[in-house]
């Protein structure tokens, strides 16, 4: 999967979505399921629809507990889409799968050969980093997924990102991954605190998927409609809060926002 310089990628909901200035470039589809036969299934019709390629989690409710068996269960799923690249969305915080990617990727492609890559979620950079290190030769895509760390990832080599907080924050990333690009490290870590101001913030209010939901509505307007059982829909205390911040660290001013309906969308 190539990757556009200096672009970044937005994860709407369960899908990565590559932006350019075109519009999407690839749609990924994240197939995972606590059923083999429903990831299967999803894989199948991943690859009938015209998926650029699809990203499974270790499933969590009966998790696997090796790293074989892991690769075992990857495998079965990625062997429904045969011709479609293969992504592993290791996420532990959510799953509790705490096999690290490091030990998943020694020699991943003799078990699956369509392997193309690692959304890698975790705060572990010693774990991203020897993914990186040791695989230098394969040309896997080492997307990062903690918005908060993307330059240190950025520094060990990460080569995308994925993250909730790109779909309304992408400009001021784009900044910090251009000064990152032209070795100012000194600006790019301006960026980086400021964005990490912002995160700092609304994660002390509680932060998920909800709130997420409730400031992209915010800040395109489009309304993104509330949060499935068992979330609950993020307050308004906590919009009107996050759009201060946003605010006040230069994110948004008052004409960026556009007449965002927090209410509809169900
Ligand atoms: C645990 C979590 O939700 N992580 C986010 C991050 O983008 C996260 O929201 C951000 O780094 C702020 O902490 C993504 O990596 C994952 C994500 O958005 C998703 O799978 O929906």
């Known amino acids: 999967m190539a990757f556009p310089k200096k672009k970044l990628q937005g994860l709407v909901a369960a899908t990565i979505t590559p932006m350019t200035e075109n519009g999407l470039d690839q749609v990924i589809i994240h197939v995972g399921a606590l059923s083999l036969k429903e990831s299967q299934e999803l894989a199948q019709h991943a690859a009938e629809i015209g998926a650029d390629g699809i990203a499974v989690i270790a499933p969590f409710f009966l998790k696997p507990w090796t790293k074989d068996i892991l690769i075992n269960f990857l495998k079965e799923v990625a062997a429904a889409a045969p011709a479609l690249p293969f992504y592993y969305y290791h996420i532990p915080a959510l ?49 990062f997924g903690v918005d908060e760390q993307l330059l240190s990832a950025l520094v060990m080599g990460a080569t995308g990102a994925v993250g909730s ?24 870590l301006n960026y980086q605190f400021c964005i990490q101001r912002f995160i700092n913030f609304v994660v002390k209010l509680g932060f998920g998927v909800s709130q997420t939901k409730a400031i992209m509505t915010l800040v395109s307007g489009i309304p993104m409609g509330p949060p499935r059982l068992p979330l609950q829909k993020a307050s308004r205390e906590f919009t ?27």
């Open 95 to 143: 799953t509790g799968v705490k096999i690290r990617a490091e030990e998943l990727l020694d020699g991943i492609l003799d078990k699956i050969p369509t392997f193309q890559g690692l959304k890698f979620s975790d705060t572990d950079l010693l774990d991203f980093g020897q993914c990186v290190d040791q695989n230098r030769q394969q040309q896997f895509a080492f997307l």
């Open 165 to 188: 907080t790109y779909n309304y924050l992408g400009k001021k990333t784009n900044q910090m991954l251009e000064a990152f690009e032209q070795k100012d490290f000194s600006l790019a």
């Open 240 to 266: 009107d809060s996050a759009e201060a911040k946003l605010k006040s660290l230069d994110f948004l001013s008052f004409t960026d926002l556009k007449d965002g309906n927090l209410e509809a969308g169900s």
